[in-house]
């Protein structure tokens, strides 16, 4: 090793994991292992909350730890950690100290005073339960007593220093005074002096409380520095939107898998690809649910695992809905190849529903997942933009190749509504609009492909068709310029058709009428060519007696000529012709 | 005079002073005490816990910051007093109640 790769050894700083697996993510890897880490927020952020929690986590792995709070009592700290999944690790007296010193927060203090004591006692607790990790917390509401501040401060150094000579791992939380938010109350000038600090917050919106994180300094490695959405529940901390995928690249699948309509397949150029993410937009009614019904029923068919997430729909209601349009889910839910789930949106925080989803793709592992409708996530609150969650979660789904479809509410008949959806379209491979079609009298359902990334897709309008025997789609009747539906499609083409007979009738009976006049005709001709021919030969017979008979009156006439003629005026050689007249 | 026996000495059986080795505030403490208790006319020398020395006696006795006067006894109210005592007035009304 050269002397400079020693330095960078010696040099890099060495984390601690939580445990806490977002926590770990955003720190990337931990908290220091030797000194402080101070969490500064207000009351009710959850400070307290994420310093037994990390202890706990320390507490599972076999390690120990000391708990100090200036705040509550052992008891109350105990039972408000017994409300989370993990409290009870926090009995084990053998690797648990948890000191209560919420006395001195009352205490009468006449001067200055020293922590020498303070630090002997937690190194005494440190060494019996054989721990790495300390809590102090409160520490504001001991050195708040000092009289000189910048003793305080000078303390807090100490502590740290201490600490990294020690090799404990400390968390120092305190309550923020307002204004600065890395700095605890009566401990001004405390943010300069640590090295690693994350701030708690929380804000209402829509009355409900949002709780956000952020690592406001973290010095001597790579952290991230965004505002994180905070929740609690039942397992403690989580910071949701916390990145802890890898971020490898993931290979786009070709594959493509049915959509349970055999039409839409076709319309879709095959079906969806793997992997890729559907939304179907529509007004209510206009089959949302029965297409994904339809789509999860498929993957069931195809031995794949589904989870359906309703939101405000009783799953037992879905099943019994499409189970009339031929769409049968029991079978499935039975053989667990379908989760039908049921969320309540009001009910919880965008980001809690987008941790809850989580938690459900890892139990299900599903190949198909249908969130209906995906703008119930978009309309619950969130101090973030909701769509962040949904971004999150199509992130993920796309990771791990789950072929997603999201349904989406349109509100209102405008059809310009689409474009209120636009955010959630541009995340989705492929978008599929249904619409009630209105014309006489009459409301038809209208399914068009709008895009379809990789597909070389229909751009027609078609009908939805519904019924007892299934889903299907209409090809679209062209009338003209128009797209025809329901009864009018059904009648118009009835109508046409028979128009269609009439005409063929009329031209046969057309045809046949010509057939007709032309072999009359040809009749006629040959009975003219007769009669022509029988003319012609009259004809000609007329003219040969005409030519015999003239030439019997021409020489009649030179005859009776030639009587009345006298005998010297004829010539010899007038004579001679006539011989040889004669001789023909 | 931590060594004297409580008979010799009946105020270290209700008045404990929590230290930190030979640390400059517990010096100060015990020269501010001293100058106290002698203007109050109180004979005798509390009990000194050296927390160095038994860092577990502040957790049995909750004393995290030194110096700390401790009053216990049967007849009165528990009080703390922390620091260095360089507040007379609040010493001395702290004695008072002896």
């Known amino acids: 090793m050269t002397p400079t790769q020693k330095d960078q050894v010696e040099l890099a700083l060495v984390k601690r994991a939580t445990g806490i697996r977002s926590l770990d993510a955003v720190t990337r890897g931990g908290l220091p292992a030797r000194g402080a880490t101070l969490i500064v927020g207000e009351p009710g952020c959850g400070k307290t909350i994420l310093g037994l929690q990390i202890l706990a986590g320390a507490l599972s792995r ?14 109350q700290l105990l039972r408000n950690a017994a409300t989370f999944s993990w409290g009870g690790l926090l009995h084990d007296a053998s690797r648990c100290e948890v000191i209560n010193a919420k006395g001195m927060k009352g205490a009468e203090f006449a001067g200055a005073f020293d922590i020498e004591g303070l630090l002997a006692m937690l190194a005494s607790c440190a060494n019996r339960v054989e721990g790495t990790w300390i809590v102090l917390d409160g520490i504001d509401q001991l050195l708040r007593h000092q009289p000189d501040q910048e003793q305080a401060i000078e303390q807090v150094a100490q502590i740290n220093d201490w600490c990294e000579r020690q090799g404990y791992t400390l968390l120092l939380t305190g309550k923020h005074s307002g204004d600065r938010l890395t700095r605890p109350e009566h401990l001004a000038g405390i943010e300069f002096l640590l090295p690693t600090i994350f701030v708690l917050s929380s804000i209402l919106v829509d009355r409900r409380l949002h709780r956000r994180f952020r690592i406001a300094k973290y010095r001597g490695t790579h952290h991230d520095p965004d505002e994180l959405a905070l929740l609690i529940d039942d397992d403690g901390i989580h910071l ?45 009614g206009t089959s949302k649910t029965t297409l994904a019904a339809a789509f999860v029923e498929a993957a069931c068919e195809r031995g794949e695992r589904a989870l359906f997430v309703s939101f405000d729909e009783l799953a037992s209601r879905i099943v019994r809905n499409v189970a009339s349009v031929g769409i049968d889910l029991q079978p499935h839910i039975d053989s667990d190849r379908l989760a039908l789930q049921t969320h309540t949106s009001w009910h919880s925080l965008a980001e809690q529903h987008f941790m809850a989803l989580q938690q459900r ?17 978009l309309k619950a609150s969130s101090a973030q933009s909701p769509h962040i969650a949904l971004e999150r979660l199509l992130d993920r789904t796309r990771r791990d190749g789950i072929t997603t479809l999201l349904t989406s509410l349109s509100s209102d008949e405008d059809p310009s509504d689409e474009s209120t959806l636009t955010h959630v379209s541009t995340l989705a491979d492929t978008w599929i609009v ?22 070389a897709h229909s751009n027609q309008v078609r009908e939805l068709v519904l019924s007892s025997r299934g889903v299907d789609l209409a090809d679209v009747y062209q009338y003209g310029t128009e797209v025809l539906m329901g009864t009018a499609r059904v009648e118009k083409e009835s109508e046409e058709e028979a128009a269609r007979q009439r005409q063929k009738r009329e031209r046969e009976q057309r045809q046949q009428l010509l057939e007709r006049q032309i072999d009359k005709t040809l009749l006629q001709i040959s009975q003219q060519e007769t009669e022509l021919q029988r003319l012609r030969d009259e004809l000609e017979d007329e003219s040969a007696y005409q030519g015999s008979s003239d030439r019997e009156l021409a020489r009649h006439h030179e005859t009776i000529r030639q009587y009345r003629e006298p005998e010297h005026k004829l010539t010899r050689e007038k004579r001679q012709a006539r011989r040889q007249e004669d001789g023909q | 005079m931590s060594q004297d026996t409580p008979q010799a000495n009946p105020l270290s059986q209700y008045l404990i002073l929590f230290v930190t080795g030979d640390a400059p505030r517990t010096r100060r403490a015990r020269r501010n005490l001293a100058a106290a208790l002698s203007e109050a006319g109180i004979d005798g020398w509390p009990r000194e816990i050296d927390l160095l020395e038994e860092p577990r006696q502040a957790l049995d006795f909750g004393m995290f910051a030194t110096p700390a006067l401790l009053r216990t006894g049967e007849q009165r109210p528990r009080a703390v007093l922390y620091g260095d005592l360089s507040d007379e007035a609040t010493l001395s009304q702290f004695l008072g109640e002896l």
């Open chain 1, 62 to 75: 076999g390690e120990g730890g000391v708990f100090m709070s200036f705040e509550e009592s052992s008891t």
């Open chain 1, 434 to 455: 249904l619409r009630y079609e209105i014309r006489g009298g009459e409301r038809n359902r209208a399914l068009s492909v709008v895009k379809s990334r990789g597909t």
């Open chain 1, 361 to 377: 793709i890892d139990e299900v592992r599903p190949h198909c997942l249908v969130i209906d409708p995906a703008s119930a996530l």
């Open chain 1, 240 to 284: 949701p939107y916390a990145n802890t995928a890898d971020e490898e690249e993931v290979v786009a699948s070709s594959q493509r898998i049915g959509t349970g309509i055999e039409r839409l397949d076709d319309v879709l150029g095959g079906g969806l690809y793997q992997g890729s993410t559907t939304l179907i937009s529509g007004q209510p």
